[in-house]
């Protein structure tokens, strides 16, 4: 049975390696987060109580454009009616998960929507020329590891149908 002193020893290398290991080089996601292949649009969510459904929608490509491997990728988008500072409603998703997101990788096709929307019993193109219809935006922020959330982007929902 190992002495006191080495049990102490061991523990303390131990301690050392973990602390040693989360104290790799950050990276400002603003500028080693590339957001890719954006299209935004109404998502047709289909019959809500006999009624049609469109909620924003936004799809993207991220890469890393930083030299370090990105644990544990994750992505928010908050929904905003632009005439609107509230949330209007929001979205998350993990990139990239334990193994994380290699540098110059790319992850692939990845989609948030919100669960907020519009309902009419107006046909769906009709709805977006509705002239009570509000345009959104959504805002896309992103964090790995135990580091801060950062803004990586705003994007204009465009006024188009996307399809299933």
């Known amino acids: 049975m190992p002495s006191a002193r080495a049990r102490v020893f061991v523990l303390n290398s131990l ?27 109404w998502y047709d969510a289909g019959l809500v109580n006999g009624q049609n459904k469109l909620v924003p929608s936004i799809s993207f490509t991220l890469k890393n454009a930083s030299p370090q491997t990105l644990s544990s990728l994750q992505v928010n988008a908050l929904f905003r009616l632009v005439n609107d500072p509230a949330e209007w409603g929001s979205g998350f998703l993990t990139a990239a998960g334990s193994r994380g997101l290699a540098p110059g990788a790319t992850t692939p096709m990845l989609t948030i ?52």
């Open 15 to 41: 301690v050392g390696l973990v602390v040693f290991a989360g104290c790799g080089p950050k990276v400002d996601l603003a500028k080693g987060l590339q957001v890719l292949t954006v299209s935004t649009g």
């Open 113 to 164: 929507r919100s669960q907020q929307g519009y309902t009419s019993t107006d046909p769906r193109q009709d709805m977006l020329r509705n002239s009570h219809f509000v345009d959104a935006k959504v805002e896309l922020s992103a964090k790995y590891g135990s580091g801060p959330w950062t803004r990586i982007g705003v994007y204009q929902i465009a006024r188009q149908v996307m399809v299933p």
